[in-house]
């Protein structure tokens, strides 16, 4: 099994080259911030606090959860625009600072990885946690500032100091949790995108990967 990992803070660009990787090396690609966006999402449908730890332990073991094809089914919707809203990325680091979310999670990431042989799995607590024995574990990082505006490119001012307020918030829990916290993996090569493009930072992840083959 070839697990590539990659961690990072919101906004440092995870998702992008999680799935530009994933294509150039031909393997699968899972966004398990999608999968705690998901239980934030059918918490907040079932009217469960989202820091009421056993009810929400509870959303997390009984959600039916699908990731095919870049969309999100959550017990039988489509929830693909509802995960990215604002009232989900408010709920989603409380939710995710459970610990009985998360090793339900964890489960199913290790589950996912088992059936698909593999492939490019992105969140905060791949390398460090998941799956600690990754061929390459990429931290990427960059600028708060930057990751804010690529966040809010394209919307006012105002969102712009939104989006940013919210980013700053959710490192700060992912971070400073007991259970599984953000952290730079040991061993992760850490890449700073501030000043790089896509490109240029799949040129450089494909060469460590090769380097790793
Ligand atoms: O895309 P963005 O970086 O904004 O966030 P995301 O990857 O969609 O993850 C949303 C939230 O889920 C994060 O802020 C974390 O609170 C949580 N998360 C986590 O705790 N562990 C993971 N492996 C992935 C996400």
Do not use: C
Request: no cysteine; charged share 30%.
């Amino acid at each position: 099994m070839r697990v590539i990992a990659i961690d990072g803070p919101a906004g440092s660009g995870k998702s992008t080259v999680g799935r530009g990787l994933a294509d150039r090396l031909g393997l699968t690609y899972l966004d398990t911030g999608a999968m705690y966006r998901a239980v934030a999402f059918a918490a907040i449908r079932g009217g469960v606090d989202p820091t009421d730890s056993e009810p929400i332990g509870e959303v997390a073991r009984s959600i039916e959860l699908s990731l095919d094809g870049g969309r999100v089914v959550v017990d039988g919707s489509d929830a693909t625009i509802e995960i990215r809203g604002p009232e989900v990325s408010r709920a989603v680091s409380l939710v995710a600072a459970n610990p009985e979310v998360r090793e339900e999670l964890r489960t199913r990431q290790r589950l996912w990885a088992a059936e698909h042989g593999g492939g490019v799995i992105e969140g905060r607590d791949i390398g460090s946690v998941v799956f600690p024995d990754a061929v390459l574990k990429v931290y990427l990082t960059a600028d708060p500032a930057e990751r804010a505006r690529r966040r809010a490119d394209e919307m006012s001012e105002l969102e712009y100091e939104r989006v940013a307020a919210d980013l700053a918030r959710r490192d700060a829990l992912d971070q400073g949790r007991d259970d599984s916290p953000l952290v730079e993996p040991d061993g992760a090569v850490t890449v700073d995108t501030t000043a790089m493009t896509v490109d240029e930072v799949l040129e450089l992840l494909v060469r460590l990967v090769e380097e790793r083959s």
